[in-house]
């Protein structure tokens, strides 16, 4: 087993020193567990500028690819990804935020759809919940199956030390993703997540090649025309049926909806 651990904060402080509990907890049910770890604040990755160009011609033609690409890669080749991001401000910190919105792209053509995440933050007061909450809406439009979280409220700020409550917290919420990664189950998504894949499928007729305004959207939904979502998770029949429904919304509104860019 492969788990990939990302750590967004620009130090390695309370969430980072969480993160190690956690990985030394899992490796408490298994020492044959392979970590790897990826600083973003060692990759210097320039902000995104919002060019729109991972949306019209594709990702590799995102100018700061070369910094992008690898993650990506890293988080194909795991079974699963630890995320570890402090809580600035109640939300995440801005190297975190800067390397979503440079996967912004992946909201429109999603593919992890076998991979698990589990979400880390501490705060000295608040708002912890609210990083791991943001983070966990996130993934699943990429396509992740299943996303764990641990909020912890440390009340320190970079000499936490986790209280007994805190620690089997983390450890009933680290075995349960360990589990689960296991297991090698993959969930059915939720409502919320067959929304934009179908809205996505219904619409990318309009963005095909040699359409006005064609994007590569128009190329990437075509592996899915039929289906209701990723063929490899399970779908019971009722959510088939949701998600034929929103599809044919999709199709009504598609030409009512064109995203337009410049030329």
């Known amino acids: 087993m492969r788990i990939l651990i990302i750590n967004g904060s620009p130090h390695k402080g309370n969430t980072w020193y969480l993160t190690e509990k956690v990985k030394d907890q899992i490796e408490s049910l298994d020492n044959t567990v392979k970590f790897e770890e990826i600083h973003l604040s060692e990759l210097n990755i320039p902000f995104c500028t919002g060019c729109s160009v991972c949306f019209r011609k594709g990702h590799i033609f995102c100018p700061h690819n070369q910094y992008i690409q690898p993650i990506m890669d890293k988080i194909a080749d795991c079974d699963g990804v630890i995320f570890a991001v402090s809580c600035f401000q109640g939300a995440v910190p801005a190297l975190t935020k800067n390397f979503t ?13 076998d991979k698990k995440a589990l979400i880390i933050s501490t705060t000295g007061g608040v708002s912890a919940n609210s990083v791991t909450q943001s983070l966990a809406n996130t993934l699943p439009g990429w396509g992740f199956n299943k996303c764990y979280q641990l909020p912890i409220v440390a009340l320190s700020w970079n000499d936490y030390k986790p209280t007994e409550k805190h620690k089997k917290k983390a450890y009933k919420i680290s075995k349960a993703f360990y589990m689960d990664l296991k297991s090698k189950k993959l969930h059915s998504p939720k409502i919320g997540v067959l929304i934009p894949f179908n809205l996505f499928q219904a619409m990318c007729e309009e963005y095909a090649p040699g359409a006005e305004y064609a994007t590569q959207d128009g190329v990437f939904w075509k592996k899915y025309v039929g289906m209701r979502y990723a063929p490899e998770i399970p779908l019971p029949i009722h959510k088939r049926a949701i998600g034929r429904i929103i599809y044919q919304i999709g199709k009504y509104l598609s030409p009512k909806m064109i995203v337009t860019y410049k030329k």
């Open 101 to 113: 919105d440079h996967l912004a792209f992946l909201l429109h053509r999603p593919r992890y759809f």
